[in-house]
Each structure stands twice: as structure tokens, then as C-alpha cells.
């Protein structure tokens, strides 16, 4: 029950939910299978013994986000166009707060990230959900509708979408950037997983001065327990995610690791080859089973319908833990997320599910 001092239109909030369980094969959160490289991993502790742990770390963390436009490396942006959060959620946060005034709209696809959804309860923004086609993809002609007819303030789009593991091809990203200038809506692409598709859009920010690029060291980095994310727009834009943040949010310990795994980034980022061939092997497995839709993925998991009532308790009884959506919409029933882990792991999700399914 919540205290008699909450918000009022906060009443009926739904928080982030999610049970933290180590011990169990997690195939649950899109975390990466692998841990940093020992190599890295020693490196990380030299480091450590020479940070000021005293005092309060460069608020602006200057030198991460030039190693970061080091390593995008795209002619014209530098670290003025960069902003840090503790966790690219918190940059989601942050945008909420700095642009939405009450009742402004924001849009975003039915089947998409939690926090899009819980971030405008938050602020109190109007969201307005688009629909899905049957194969959980977005038909171009409706996001332009919507946004005619809305005129949002925001459109946040994942590419690749969580949890259905879809991008939208970058000719149709266009014609919505292209549109949503003209209506002066601002458009938030979120890169969580780009790494697993080898596409990321960061240099369209040069042409769009409408367009926030948010990316992450939780996925492809193997870094989720860092927290450390980053967004990538026009300098007017980060002023104002800076003046908005909290000052000291990426600790003295997060942006030397953010600068020591950008130096092995090809030997951490070689791993991703791995988790993409696992992902299209679990997809082939997956669609020979019985009363299973999956989805063709780019990121580093994939989404599907199973219609075994207990499939969640059953693959628990296995050790194995996936990720099933409360049914809210109907988009929603039935249905799964699985993220690829290693090998032998998947090998052992798969066993199960034929198991349980034959
Ligand atoms: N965007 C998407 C689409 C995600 O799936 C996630 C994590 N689940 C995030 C952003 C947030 O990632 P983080 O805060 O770990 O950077």
C-alpha cells in the first residue's frame, strides 16, 4: 500500500518489476552471457587503485565522453554532443523531465520498453500507444498518421525494438524523422541493442536537430552492473539533459571502467558474433516446436507466443529463468522473451522447452 503523502495520479502507478535472481540460468533480462575478459578485468583493478575515491567525481565526465566520440567516431560530433547517465534509463528520465510539460503526448509502439510507459505516468505525460500489425512490426502509414494527428511532443522508438526484437528499416526512419521535423516532435531512437544488429544511426544526429541517439554499456559491454549509458544529440539538446541531471550521477568508478573497456572495445564487442549465430540457432529450434510463434530477432533475444499454461513454473522446475509478460494487452498474451545466453545454456532452455511441450 502506498503512503497518504503520493501524488494522487500516482494511485494507480505500476513501478518496474523485477526479482533479482542470480542463481538461476538467466535468460530473463537481456543481460550479456559473457563477463568482461580477464584481461580487462585486471586492467579495471590496476586502474582502481589509483582513483581519488576521496572526492567527488568530474560531474561532467569529460574524458569518458571524449573516449566515447572517439569510439563512434563520426566526423562532426565530439563530447559536447554526448551526456552520461547512470544507466541509459536514467537518460530516458532525464529527457522525460527536461521536455514534457504535463499533458504533453508521447507516442511510442504498444509492445515496447516498460519504462517509456512508466516514466510518463511518472511526469504525468499523455501516452498514446501505436499498434502493432500482426507481425508485431510498425506500418510507416500509421506512425505517420499518429503523428499528424497527435502532434506528440516525443516519439520514442527501440531499434531493435524490447521485446519483439524488430528494427525498422532505416528508409522508413527517415520518412518519420523527416515528418516529425516538420511537426517539431523530438525523436528518441533507443540503440540499447543496435551492437546485435551492427547498425547504429548516431551520425543521423548532424541532419536532425529533432533526434536523441540513447546507447548503453548494459548489453554488448557486458557492463549492466556498472550502470552506465549514454545519449548522443545536438549540443542545445545535451545543455539541457545536463542542466537537468543530478551532478555527480556517473561515479568515479563508472567512468574509469567506461574508459578502460572502450580500449578493449574490439576484444569485448568480438563476443557479440557468438550470442548473433546462438540467437538464429535457438530461433531455427524454437520454430520446429509445438504451439511456439517465435519472431525473427536482431537483438539479443527473442519473443514468442507459447500456449503451455505453465510455462514459466515448468522452466523454473528446470532452474531456468525467461521472461513472461503480465497479459495487460492482448499483444501480451501467452507471451515470452528469452535472451540468449551462452551455449550450453540455450542448449539447456531448449531440451526443457521440447520437454515440456512433446
Ligand atoms: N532501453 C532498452 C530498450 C532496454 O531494454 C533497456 C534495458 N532493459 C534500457 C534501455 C536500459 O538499459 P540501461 O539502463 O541498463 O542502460
Same mark, same amino acid.
Given at each position: ?55 567527488y567525481p568530474d560531474p561532467t565526465a569529460f574524458e569518458l565522453r571524449r573516449c566515447i566520440s572517439s569510439f563512434i567516431d563520426v566526423e562532426g560530433l565530439d563530447e559536447s554532443n554526448i551526456v552520461l547517465g547512470n544507466g541509459s534509463?536514467e537518460i530516458?528520465?532525464y529527457i522525460?523531465?527536461a ?6 503526448? *508521447? ?7 516498460? !519504462?517509456?510507459?512508466?516514466? %510518463?505516468?511518472? @511526469? ?7 499498434? #502493432? ?10 506512425? /505517420? ?28 526512419? #527517415? *520518412? ?6 516538420? #511537426?517539431?516532435?523530438? @525523436?528518441?531512437?533507443?540503440e ?8 547504429s544511426l548516431a551520425y543521423l544526429v548532424r541532419d536532425?536537430d529533432?533526434l536523441i541517439i540513447l546507447r548503453t554499456f548494459?548489453? $554488448?559491454f557486458?557492463? $549492466?552492473?556498472?550502470?552506465l549509458g549514454y545519449a548522443i544529440s545536438n549540443e542545445e539538446i545535451i545543455r539541457d539533459l545536463m542542466a537537468v541531471k543530478l551532478p555527480y550521477n556517473v561515479n568515479i568508478?563508472s567512468q574509469m571502467v567506461g574508459r578502460v573497456v572502450l580500449e578493449?572495445s574490439?576484444? /569485448? #564487442?568480438?563476443?557479440?558474433?557468438? /550470442? ?15 504451439? *511456439? ?5 536482431? $537483438? ?49 532452455? /531448449?531440451?526443457? !522447452?521440447?520437454?515440456?511441450? %512433446?
Amino acid at each position: 500500500m502506498s503512503s497518504r503523502f503520493l501524488r494522487e495520479d500516482l494511485s494507480l502507478f505500476s513501478p518496474y518489476s523485477v526479482t533479482y535472481s542470480p542463481d538461476l540460468i538467466k535468460l530473463d533480462a537481456n543481460e550479456n552471457p559473457f563477463e568482461l575478459p580477464d584481461e580487462v578485468k585486471e586492467r579495471i583493478k590496476e586502474e582502481f587503485t589509483n582513483l581519488h575515491l576521496r572526492i567527488y567525481p568530474d560531474p561532467t565526465a569529460f574524458e569518458l565522453r571524449r573516449c566515447i566520440s572517439s569510439f563512434i567516431d563520426v566526423e562532426g560530433l565530439d563530447e559536447s554532443n554526448i551526456v552520461l547517465g547512470n544507466g541509459s534509463d536514467e537518460i530516458l528520465q532525464y529527457i522525460f523531465i527536461a521536455f514534457l510539460n504535463r499533458k504533453d503526448s *508521447v507516442l511510442y509502439p504498444n509492445l515496447s520498453f516498460e !519504462m517509456f510507459s512508466i516514466l %510518463s505516468q511518472i @511526469v504525468g505525460a499523455r501516452d498514446i500507444g501505436l499498434d #502493432l500489425n500482426e507481425s508485431l512490426t510498425l506500418d510507416l502509414s500509421s506512425v /505517420i498518421n499518429a503523428l499528424v494527428t497527435y502532434k506528440p511532443k516525443i516519439f520514442l522508438l527501440c531499434r531493435p525494438n524490447n521485446p519483439t526484437g524488430w528494427a525498422m528499416p532505416k528508409e522508413e526512419l #527517415l *520518412v518519420i524523422l523527416d515528418k516529425s521535423r516538420e #511537426l517539431d516532435t523530438l @525523436v528518441v531512437i533507443d540503440e540499447a541493442y543496435s551492437e546485435f544488429m551492427g547498425e547504429s544511426l548516431a551520425y543521423l544526429v548532424r541532419d536532425y536537430d529533432n533526434l536523441i541517439i540513447l546507447r548503453t554499456f548494459s548489453k $554488448a559491454f557486458s557492463l $549492466a552492473g556498472l550502470r552506465l549509458g549514454y545519449a548522443i544529440s545536438n549540443e542545445e539538446i545535451i545543455r539541457d539533459l545536463m542542466a537537468v541531471k543530478l551532478p555527480y550521477n556517473v561515479n568515479i568508478f563508472s567512468q574509469m571502467v567506461g574508459r578502460v573497456v572502450l580500449e578493449y572495445s574490439d576484444m /569485448i #564487442l568480438s563476443r557479440i558474433r557468438f /550470442i548473433v549465430e546462438e540467437r538464429e540457432r535457438v530461433y531455427r529450434k524454437l520454430l520446429e516446436l509445438p504451439r *511456439v510463434r517465435v519472431f525473427p530477432s536482431s $537483438a539479443n533475444f527473442l519473443f514468442f507466443y507459447c500456449e503451455e499454461e505453465n510455462l514459466m513454473d515448468e522452466l523454473l522446475s528446470y532452474g531456468i529463468k525467461i521472461r513472461r509478460f503480465e497479459p495487460r494487452q492482448c499483444l501480451l498474451k501467452n507471451a515470452y522473451r528469452v535472451t540468449i545466453g551462452k551455449r550450453e545454456d540455450n542448449d539447456r532452455f /531448449i531440451n526443457a !522447452m521440447e520437454e515440456i511441450l %512433446s
